[in-house]
C-alpha cells in the first residue's frame, strides 16, 4: 500500500512505500538527504553562534589583560650589574622584572649598553647572543634579531625583542621597565 | 486578506544556507580581529584594543540577529 503523507513533514521512501518493506539500511536510518542537509547546516549555523561568541570573549580578555597590565603600575627598578662587571662587547644574563623573566645586558664599546628580554616573539624560545655578529639568534626555528635595535632580521619572528630600558648610577645598572616596540 | 503560505523544506534549506554563509563570512572577520589584535598588542599597540572588541562585538550581534530568525524558522 502506497504511503499518502506529506513528504515536507515526513520522511517517506523513494518508492513510497510501507517502510517495513524497505531495506535494513533504510529502516535504521530513515531520514532523507534533504531533511539531513537540513538539519545539518540548521545545528553547524548554531554552532557558530558558539563559536562567534568565543571570539568575542577572546577579544574582552586581551581588552581586561591590557587594563590589569597598566593597574600594575610601573615596573621595578633593580640593580643588575656594576660597569666594571661586564667587559667591553659582552654580555650578562639577568631576570627582569621577576625570576622567571630572563634578559640580557649587552655591553658595546665602553659606555654603550642595551638590554632585552630573551623571549622570542615567535614562540618564546630564549634566544642566544652573538656579540661579534651584533645579533640575537633564535636556535628554534632560526629566528635572526639586530642587537642594537631589536628588530627581527630573518627567520619567522615578526616583532622585535622587548628592550628593558636602563639608567647608570653610581657606578650601577638598574633595569627601570620594559619597552615594547613596534611590528 | 492575504494569507502566508508556510515555507517549504526546499525553501528554509535555502534560507539556512544563506545565513550560514553570512555567519562564516563574519566568523572569519572575528578571527582576523582576534588575531590581529593580539598581535598589536603584543607589539605594544594598544588603541586597536577597544575598537576591535567592539567591532567583534557587532559581529557577534549580527549573527545572534540571525540565528535568532533561524530559531523562529523552525
Not at chain 1, 629566528?143 to 628593558?164: C, E, K, N, Q, Y
Amino acid at each position: 500500500m502506497a504511503l499518502d503523507i506529506d513528504p515536507e513533514l515526513h520522511t517517506i521512501p523513494p518508492d513510497r512505500g510501507e517502510m517495513a518493506d524497505q531495506p535494513k539500511w533504510r529502516r535504521d536510518f530513515p531520514i532523507d538527504s534533504a531533511q539531513d542537509a537540513f538539519v545539518a547546516r540548521r545545528d553547524f549555523t548554531k554552532f557558530l553562534g558558539l563559536t562567534s561568541l568565543a571570539f568575542v570573549v577572546g577579544q574582552f580578555w586581551i581588552a581586561l589583560q591590557n587594563v590589569w597590565r597598566k593597574r600594575r603600575g610601573s615596573l621595578p627598578l633593580i640593580a643588575i650589574a656594576h660597569l666594571n662587571d661586564i667587559p667591553s662587547n659582552s654580555f650578562r644574563p639577568f631576570y627582569y622584572p621577576t625570576p622567571e623573566d630572563p634578559a640580557i645586558l649587552v655591553r658595546f664599546g665602553t659606555d654603550e649598553f642595551l638590554a632585552f628580554c630573551t623571549e622570542c616573539t615567535h614562540l618564546q624560545c630564549p634566544v642566544l647572543p652573538d656579540v661579534d655578529k651584533g645579533q640575537f639568534h633564535c636556535p628554534c626555528h632560526a629566528g635572526v634579531f639586530d642587537m642594537r635595535s631589536g628588530r627581527p632580521l630573518a627567520g619567522p619572528p615578526r616583532r622585535p625583542l622587548a628592550r628593558i630600558s636602563l639608567k647608570t648610577q653610581n657606578s650601577f645598572i638598574y633595569a627601570t621597565g620594559i619597552e615594547r616596540g613596534e611590528s | 486578506m492575504s494569507v502566508r503560505r508556510p515555507l517549504s523544506r526546499h525553501e528554509r534549506t535555502i534560507i539556512v544556507s544563506g545565513i550560514l554563509c553570512i555567519v562564516l563570512t563574519l566568523i572569519v572577520m572575528q578571527l582576523w580581529l582576534l588575531t590581529a589584535t593580539m598581535n598589536a598588542w603584543l607589539a605594544g599597540d594598544e588603541t586597536i584594543i577597544w575598537p576591535a572588541a567592539a567591532a567583534s562585538s557587532t559581529c557577534f550581534l549580527l549573527i545572534a540577529g540571525l540565528l535568532a530568525y533561524l530559531f523562529r524558522l523552525d
